[in-house]
């Protein structure tokens, strides 16, 4: 069937599936009357749901369901099912003229998750899709028993369905009970495509894993294409365990070209440089153990599953550990950047927010604790440095001052740093040529930089909480491009010109900065990074990992294309 047929209800659970992916309306980090956002959209508390009146004869239903054996291969605890409704258990998804706000959403959701790459059983996939629009006379009942057992049979947590984990009634209660119904159906059916990705790997690591990981790799010092030597054959042997050797080389100790192509896909997918050279870095990720990458993929699929309610088919995706944003639509990357993120002392925060806007020329208000720390050692390791960076230095009460004379050294001995900065829109500009307007409460923005040598470093963490990319203007005109009177020569041009513009997004775009050390990309390969902010709890495999279930039986869903970005 198609799914818009079902009319007005399932229109509503689209707008419900808006309201709860909101986003927290948050003052704008930098006031001005042409950077006020988007009008609202979106709420931030999604509605409470009512719960519909018991359902008369759902027992004699769900036996009826049971004996069509149309389910029979899945794990569905009948008696739970029964145990829920006689307990008091009220209808959750349908209501006497129709399906609830609840029932619409859920069967919405199974085919985005299904969509996103979840490997929902076809048997589920194909009771969904014969639910007709409207449930037909005398079978609410069965409507309802059907819903509730896809929903006990199908849904799932990280690593197994989360029917054979738990009895149909407390999976039932749990959902009544939930003060957010909506988002716990779409944690139980996510959508998001990179925790499907990452899911289908499970297998493989927890394989390595049970089978006592891979050989290690002595010594720290380098090696590079063209040497012989005993460890190179240790290299060797722990790249064919994963697979980016495929074959050993016919002299073992010999860094031949074949083990150099395999040593830069193994560098790349760990966020080094990838120029063949082995060194103390590359050695080191070699030398994580099975056991830990394995632990890195169920912390990463839980949070990708707290994240995927909130995900939209279009969002603007920085990930922290991997100091990249891509622009994704659809599970496919449309566009992709480099990016510098923050230090270790100042942490590029976590946050969800819509990008509204992009400012050509920006201007920059320093705030205090950068202006009270980073620029005054500025000025007094190079006096003179905010005449020459074009920076205006203003009282407390906004006059403006001659920074030549002021004693800064004096201000530093006082503790108190009793002005403010703000630095003219120009080449010297710390945003550099753009920066992305979006509501947060932490004072960051998208940008560019005035030192774009730093995007050549290895690690990029060196800002102070703001997201630097390396094609600023790229990424403007990609974001602006749904009006065609924005195009590259005409951003271009407005740069040139030195004064300070704003374009309006013609489309808001989502924006989600997450913090996410494992996942798997769209060509199907497995990257981890350094938990360089320490973010990363301990957690414990369970026993049992490996063992078939139902996601591990299901056939891997293909990888979608990637789209180039526009400079990629």
């Known amino acids: 069937m198609s799914f818009s047929r079902c009319g007005g209800a399932l229109v509503a659970a689209c707008c419900l599936i808006l309201m709860v992916s909101g986003v927290p309306n948050a003052a704008l980090a ?11 959209q979106r709420q931030t508390t999604a509605p409470t749901i009512a719960p519909e009146p018991a359902v008369a004869g759902i027992d004699a239903a769900i036996d009826r369901l049971q004996r069509s054996q149309r389910l029979a291969t899945l794990p569905v605890d009948w008696a739970g099912l029964k145990a829920f409704y006689a307990g008091g258990g009220q209808a959750l998804w349908v209501t006497p003229s129709g399906y609830s706000l609840l029932g619409s959403l859920l069967i919405l959701q199974v085919p985005r998750a299904v969509g996103a790459g979840m490997p929902v059983p076809v048997e589920l996939q194909s009771a969904v899709a014969e639910i007709p629009p409207q449930p037909l006379p005398g079978t609410i009942a069965d409507v ?3 819903l509730s057992a896809v929903y006990v049979a199908g849904g799932y947590d990280t690593l197994s369905p989360v029917g054979a984990k738990s009895g149909s009634a407390a999976l039932l209660e749990g959902l009544r009970d939930a003060k957010d119904q909506p988002r716990m159906v779409a944690t139980q059916f996510p959508s998001f495509h990179m925790l499907w990705r990452l899911h289908a790997t499970l297998p493989t690591y927890g394989g390595y894993y049970e089978r006592g990981g891979w050989p290690t790799v002595s010594g720290t010092q380098k090696m590079e294409p063209g040497d012989k030597e005993p460890r190179v054959r240790e290299v060797a042997e722990r790249l064919l365990v994963t697979g980016e050797l495929p074959v050993m080389g016919t002299d073992p100790e010999l860094y031949d070209p074949a083990l150099e192509i395999a040593v830069k896909a193994f560098q790349k997918a760990h966020g080094l440089n990838d120029d063949g050279v082995i060194g103390k870095r590359t050695i080191e990720e070699m030398n994580v153990s099975a056991e830990q990458r394995v632990k890195m993929v169920l912390l990463n699929l839980e949070r990708m599953r707290a994240e995927s309610p909130d995900m939209q088919d279009r969002f603007v995706f920085v990930n922290i ?3 990249e944003l891509r622009v994704i639509e659809n599970g496919v990357t449309t566009y992709h950047a480099n990016a510098i993120v923050g230090k270790v002392s100042r942490k590029t925060p976590l946050l969800k927010s819509v990008i509204f806007q992009a400012k050509l020329n920006p201007d920059w208000s320093v705030p205090a604790k950068i202006a009270a720390i980073d620029m005054l050692r500025h000025e007094l390791e190079e006096p003179g440095y905010f005449v020459s960076k074009n920076v ?3 009282t407390s009460d906004g006059r403006q001052v001659d920074p030549r004379a002021v004693n800064w050294q004096e201000v530093k001995q006082s503790g108190y740093f009793p002005y403010r900065l703000k630095q003219d829109a120009g080449p010297e500009n710390a945003l550099g040529p753009m920066k992305l307007d979006f509501q947060n409460d932490h ?17 990029r963490f060196f800002s102070s909480g703001c997201v630097r990319v390396d094609d600023p203007l790229g990424l403007a005109t990609f974001l602006l491009q749904d009006d065609p009177s924005w195009t590259r020569q005409r951003v271009d041009d407005v740069v040139k010109g030195g004064k300070t513009t704003y374009a309006k997004l013609a ?8 913090y996410m050390t494992a996942w798997v990309d769209e060509q199907g390969v497995a990257h981890f990074r350094d938990d360089v902010y320490k973010r990363d709890p301990s957690v414990r495999i369970p026993a049992g990992l490996v063992a078939p279930t139902l996601v591990a039986q299901q056939p891997a869903a293909s990888a979608p ?8």
């Open 30 to 40: 930098e006031r001005d009357s042409r950077t006020d956002p988007i009008p609202a």
């Open 144 to 146: 309802e028993a059907l």
């Open 321 to 323: 550990p991997s100091t």
């Open 392 to 394: 205006r230095v203003y």
């Open 443 to 459: 004072s960051v923005f998208i940008h560019g930089t005035s030192a774009p040598k730093l995007f050549a470093k290895q690690d």
């Open 507 to 514: 489309r808001p775009v989502p924006l989600h900065i997450v």
């Open 561 to 568: 294309t990637i789209r180039q970005g526009s400079h990629k």
